[in-house]
């Protein structure tokens, strides 16, 4: 069984079901429980059309559960409905689908938050976590989304920044989670793209491609992280990068600078240098300036730390990273490896065993432990 396969039909399955008129929440449990039934007949009896099949299963799956508690003569409509077995329509309705999830009758986060489970295939771990929030919190969240398009026609598309958050939250999952989602967010960010002439979408296809450039030189062959300084700078794709560049210069040309382009150009400084030691530290902070005052991200404020520590000296960013709050994700890994630079191996170590101990997934953990280890071995 396609794992990957059913994860790539999904959205246009659910937007089939939502353009024949099933409420959201409905049409999600329905497309679920089709997926179910997938798993159990299709390594016996493979359908020749895929998608068709999940349509067809999944919109029988509605009908079943609608008539449960609606009158008869309101089933009887539905089932008139039913569209005839046979191939899908060929159209791609992933792009669309974010838009509907993006409803303006959401909040922008609670609309990244529904988007990404039922569209994105991630879980309300991968999302909460992706917000910096308790994963009760994100479930309740993305619950009370789900209640208010229950009720409402998904007929008014929502904004363009709300999907281009959708589609960055879900490249980060998929460049560094569990899931494979990085390649699908290029290709419907390329589709954004190719209709909405607005340079923040140029800027958010030069981010990915940039970021997607270096994606086989991040882990060893042991799937072990590869810290950026110490990558192999042959694996990384140059023709990403060519075009990541070309994008970002024509979007940064326009003279609306945003916070997708602001990272772009910080990305694009990386793959210029042919070699670590030859970043241009000083640009890169003075980047994080410009995305640090467009946004006021902790974050932001957060990878300019390290910026800084590079371009100024490790006591420059530590200076830094003291106006920071400690309890602030990798914040210990950030002072851990400041320490290092700053001769403080006994701190350094003790710091990068505490970001063990809080890394949100199994190779960062892995990692910051072998630095520790590593440093307890030189004392």
């Not at 994008?247 to 694009?268: M, T, Y």
């Given at each position: 069984m396609n794992g990957a396969l059913l994860r790539s039909l999904t959205p246009g399955v659910l937007a089939v079901l939502v353009r024949r008129g099933a409420d959201f929440a409905a049409a999600e449990d329905a497309v679920q429980d089709a997926l179910v039934e997938a798993v159990r007949s299709w390594p016996a009896d493979p359908p020749r059309d895929a998608k068709g099949w999940l349509v067809t299963v999944a919109w029988r799956k509605f009908l079943d559960a609608r008539r449960a508690d609606t009158a008869r003569r309101r089933r009887e409509d539905l089932v008139d409905q039913e569209p005839e077995p046979g191939p899908a329509p060929a159209a791609d309705d992933t792009l669309q689908l974010y838009f509907l999830c993006a409803h303006p009758s959401l909040t922008p986060?609670?609309?990244?938050?529904?988007?990404?489970?039922?569209?994105?295939?991630?879980?309300?771990?991968?999302?909460?976590?992706?917000?910096?929030?308790?994963?009760?919190?994100?479930?309740?969240?993305i619950s009370r989304a789900k209640r208010t398009v229950s009720g409402v026609r998904l007929d008014r598309p929502g904004d363009v920044a709300t999907v281009l958050r959708v589609l960055y939250l879900v490249f980060n999952e998929g460049y560094s989670g569990d899931i494979d989602l990085a390649a699908e967010a290029i290709r419907l960010t390329r589709q954004l793209a190719a209709v909405i002439d607005h340079p923040e979408v140029a800027g958010l296809l030069a981010l990915m491609l940039l970021h997607h450039a270096r994606r086989a030189a991040r882990t060893a062959l042991d799937g072990s992280l590869v810290p950026l300084a110490e990558q192999d700078r042959t694996q990384w794709d140059t023709k990403a990068i060519t075009e990541g560049v070309a994008?970002?210069?024509?979007?940064?040309?326009?003279?609306?600078?945003?916070?997708?382009?602001?990272?772009?150009?910080?990305?694009?400084?990386?793959?210029?240098?042919?070699?670590?030691?030859?970043?241009?530290?000083?640009?890169?902070?003075?980047?994080?300036?410009?995305?640090?005052g467009l946004t006021g991200s902790p974050v932001v404020r957060l990878n300019r730390a390290v910026a800084v520590g590079e371009a100024d000296g490790p006591r420059a960013g530590l200076a830094a990273l003291a106006e920071l709050d400690e309890s602030l994700p990798r914040h210990a890994a950030v002072a851990a490896y400041l320490h290092e630079r700053d001769g403080d191996l006994t701190a350094a170590a003790r710091l990068y065993a505490e970001a063990a101990h809080k890394a949100p997934n199994l190779a960062e953990r892995d990692y910051l432990t072998r630095q520790a280890a590593r440093l307890n071995a030189r004392r």
């Open positions: 986060s609670s609309a990244v938050a529904l988007t990404l489970r039922a569209v994105g295939g991630l879980t309300t771990r991968q999302i909460a976590r992706a917000y910096l929030v308790p994963e009760a919190t994100m479930a309740q969240r994008i970002l210069q024509v979007a940064l040309a326009r003279d609306r600078l945003g916070e997708f382009q602001a990272q772009a150009a910080i990305a694009a400084l990386h793959a210029d240098a042919p070699r670590a030691e030859e970043t241009d530290w000083v640009q890169i902070v003075e980047w994080y300036d410009e995305l640090a």
